[in-house]
């Protein structure tokens, strides 16, 4: 529902041109500058679609973004839950929460919980997402750095977990960090099959480091691990069922 989405934009599109401004030479903060802007002004964009093959030019009226973490909640036939998330931000688990005690009042059968192109988000909502399914006390995820003082653990804590019913959860290319904490966490307790196609492989700590001129430098310090011990970063989740889009 956000105006890229609307005008058509896909994972994956490599934006080439910006107002005609070739993208080539630009840092990653020139090209969030150019994009935003006032709501209800339009940026013309021109992106190479290489599943296609081709060049493809949008025009994206700009608008302020609202976002409703959980999308979807709804009961498909035989019982079935479906829950679409798009991103873990500060109201993510209550909304999730919610939606379970809503759901909980039909007789369910097994649960979808829909992470595709979910880019992540806040890691304490991850956790409490993960611990909506699992028993309280399991180790959802861990970091690891250099120093012992970057090593965190992270458990569930869920209110009332679900841990009986069957469980699925879709992932694609677009999922990354907290979706695939999420789906890798599932995964390693086989409390649910992953399905979709390989995650981001987003799973990295970074320490903004202040400096004295007013800049600051951003470090990776430690990286995310699942449970059983698998590095998230660079690597991603592999689904247990792989189904292209």
């Not at 990286?223 to 059983?228: C, E, H």
């Amino acid at each position: 529902d956000t105006p890229a989405w609307k005008a058509g934009l896909k994972v994956n599109d490599k934006i080439v041109k910006i107002n005609k401004e070739l993208t080539r030479d630009m840092t990653l903060t020139e090209v969030v500058k150019r994009l935003r802007g006032r709501p209800g002004e339009a940026v013309d964009l021109i992106v190479l679609r290489e599943s296609e093959k081709r060049l493809i030019e949008f025009k994206i009226v700009r608008d302020v973004i609202k976002v409703k973490y959980v999308k979807e909640a709804k009961v498909l036939e035989e019982g079935i839950a479906y829950i679409r998330m798009v991103e873990f931000g500060e109201n993510t688990a209550k909304e999730l929460e919610e939606a379970l005690d809503s759901l909980r009042k039909s007789e369910l059968s097994g649960i979808i919980l829909d992470l595709r192109n979910n880019p992540g988000g806040l890691l304490d909502s991850a956790v409490r997402v993960a611990g909506n399914f699992l028993e309280k006390g399991k180790l959802v995820v861990y970091t690891k750095g250099r120093k012992e003082s970057q090593d965190l653990k992270f458990f569930s804590e869920g209110r009332r977990p679900i841990t009986e019913l069957p469980m699925a959860v879709l992932i694609n290319e677009g999922s990354a960090s907290g979706s695939e904490i999420v789906a890798a966490c599932l995964q390693d307790y086989k409390r649910a099959i992953i399905v979709g196609a390989k995650s981001f492989g987003k799973g990295s700590v970074q320490t903004v480091v202040p400096l004295s001129d007013g800049s600051a430098i951003s470090l990776t310090t430690s990286a995310y691990f699942t449970p059983l011990g698998r590095q998230i970063n660079n690597k991603g989740v592999m689904p247990d069922i792989a189904v292209e889009e």
